[in-house]
């Protein structure tokens, strides 16, 4: 099992619609609107490397989505 943290930077004024679509994404386990420099902190869970990067992959694809940073568990 592989757990990631993928912080995310979005479109202004658009973290809630961003949160949401995000959170249909199939390995998000939790999508929180944070203030700060990134805009959310999403929970990812999948059961291996390649498909996590398909998940963010997805997420990246997102219009909302301006810039990420991923933080994998150990």
Known sequence: MVVAYLLALVE????????????????????VITYGTWDLVIKISSDTLNELDMIITKIRGIPLVQQTETLIGI
């Open 12 to 31: 202004t004024g658009k973290e809630h619609q961003a949160a949401e679509e995000i959170s249909k994404v199939q390995g998000v386990k939790e999508a």
